[in-house]
């Protein structure tokens, strides 16, 4: 049974940087694509980016382009989401998901169970 | 890149059958069969409980399920109980991109 555990919760000031991590168990995380989605307070689900381990290639939506990076350590089975110029309204949880399929389909079998970033002076 | 489009509530009673639709375009929804649907209740995880379109996971009731007609797609719970009251998101692959729907919340009355 996969297993995704992700680091804990981070408070950061504006303009800063934050890196989340999941390390997976279970089966090798990036035999199958991952994303990162997030929720912010009261809010509904939010794509940030995938990666596809046959390309080995990260996808961003557009709206984080330049500011997310999708990686993963095979050698440690982790999958990392670093979002940079971090403003107020980037405050969520952010969950790392497995997706059931290579390309990154949207079908996501397992989830993390979610990290709490806040942004605030 | 616009996120699909879902009702913001619907509700229903014990027994009763409701359907959520998932408006997307021709670029996702209408395109792919990569329609996934997810339940989430308060402060908990997501949980996928339909896939490619119509295929629901394991130990998902038969009362949900999921189709498609052109850019529109759907889950629908029959047999309403009140533990399907919670959140319900609809998610499609792009190509290039996921996008997910704003979220329906399910009342059951």
């Known amino acids: 049974q996969v297993q995704l555990v992700q680091s804990g919760a981070e408070v950061k000031k504006p303009g800063s940087s934050v890196k989340v991590s999941c390390k997976g168990s279970?089966?090798?995380?990036?035999?199958?694509?991952f994303s990162w989605v997030r929720q912010a307070p009261g809010q509904g689900l939010e794509w940030l980016g995938r990666?596809?381990?046959?390309?080995?290639?990260?996808n961003y939506a557009q709206k984080f382009q330049g500011r997310v990076t999708i990686t993963a350590d095979d050698s440690t089975n982790t999958a990392y989401m670093e979002l940079s110029s971090l403003r107020s309204d980037d405050t969520a949880v952010y969950y790392c998901?497995?997706?059931?399929?290579?390309?990154?389909?949207?079908?996501?079998?397992?989830w993390g169970q979610g990290t709490l970033v806040t942004v605030s002076s | 890149q616009s996120a699909l489009t879902q009702p913001r509530s619907v509700s229903g009673s014990p027994g009763q059958s409701v359907t959520i639709s998932c408006s997307g375009s021709?670029?996702?929804?209408?395109?792919?069969?990569?329609v996934s649907w997810y339940q989430q209740h308060p402060g908990k995880v997501p949980k996928l409980i339909i896939r490619?379109?119509?295929e629901r996971l394991s130990g998902v009731p038969d009362r949900f399920s999921g189709s498609k007609s052109g850019n529109t797609a759907s889950l629908t719970i029959s047999g309403l109980q009140a533990e399907d009251e919670s959140e319900y998101y609809c998610?499609?692959?792009?190509?290039?991109?996921?996008?997910f729907g704003g979220g329906t919340k399910l009342t059951v009355l």
């Open positions: 998901a497995r997706d059931l399929y290579a390309y990154g389909s949207g079908t996501y079998t397992y």
């Open positions: 279970g089966g090798a995380l990036s035999s199958q694509s």
């Open positions: 990666f596809i381990p046959v390309f080995a290639k990260a």
């Open positions: 021709s670029s996702d929804v209408g395109r792919y069969n990569y």
């Open positions: 490619d379109v119509t």
């Open positions: 998610c499609s692959y792009a190509g290039s991109f996921v996008v």
